[in-house]
């Protein structure tokens, strides 16, 4: 199995909600990390998780919360989001942190 | 701090004509290198990777890269695409270990059939 699945595909929100963005890997890795890609842009790093521990935060706004619940899943719950924060969102995960990284297929999100 | 520069941002070619994108990148310290590709609707592929070793790399899809360390660079080349290399490529760096894995503005690649 080397894929990283994440759920939902399409996610539409208003700005009052709450949601959740859902990332699995059963390879073993040990690094996990979220992306965040408008259209057009290179992806750029939120967060990086090793060993279960938040390694990296890029100053991210703090209406995005990750979770390492287990060193399968990472999570991204998501609050009081503004329409400009609609973009995809790409999970990915490597063996450590020096090693490369492979991508889910991401979650697209829509804040009305 | 790392970064990446991708000077095309655009490339239209016939199939069979070769292909070179290029990629610098700024770090001080040893770098993992890493080339990225993203078909339309589709997530992001690793293609290839250079962390020590033989400086030219071969990557997946007849792919393949050179690490030039005077000049900071990590061109990525293919001697023929093929219309289904019609894709945007990223270049990718990582500084040491940190983990924080940076991606260069990509390359839209265009393959006249």
């Known amino acids: 199995d080397t894929e990283v699945t994440q759920t939902p595909k399409h996610l539409v929100m208003g700005m009052t909600n709450k949601k959740s963005l859902k990332c699995e890997q059963h390879m073993g890795h040990r690094a996990m990390y979220w992306y965040k890609q408008k259209a057009k842009k290179p992806p750029e790093l939120m967060f990086v998780?090793?060993?279960?521990?938040?390694?990296i935060n890029e100053s991210v706004p703090s209406r995005f919360s990750p979770e390492c619940p287990n060193s399968s899943l990472l999570n991204l719950h998501l609050h009081a989001l503004q329409p400009e924060d609609s973009a995809l969102y790409l999970c990915?995960?490597?063996?450590?942190?020096?090693?490369?990284?492979?991508f889910g297929q991401g979650t697209r999100l829509t804040v009305v | 701090a790392q970064s990446v520069s991708q000077h095309n941002h655009h490339v239209i070619l016939s199939e069979a004509a070769s292909l070179e994108l290029g990629c610098n990148y700024s770090?001080?310290?040893?770098?993992?290198l890493f080339w990225y590709v993203q078909y339309p609707g589709q997530h992001l592929q690793l293609l290839l990777k250079?962390?020590?070793?033989?400086?030219l790399v071969k990557g997946i899809k007849g792919f393949e890269a050179e690490f030039i360390k005077s000049k900071f660079s990590f061109n990525l080349r293919k001697p023929s695409v093929q219309w289904s290399d019609t894709a945007e490529y990223f270049c990718a760096v990582r500084g040491g270990s940190q983990g924080n894995l940076i991606f260069g503005k990509g390359t839209k690649l265009s393959v006249k059939p």
């Open positions: 990915a995960s490597s063996r450590g942190l020096g090693t490369e990284a492979f």
């Open positions: 998780y090793s060993y279960e521990k938040l390694s």
């Open positions: 250079y962390f020590s070793g033989d400086p």
């Open positions: 770090y001080g310290g040893t770098v993992n």
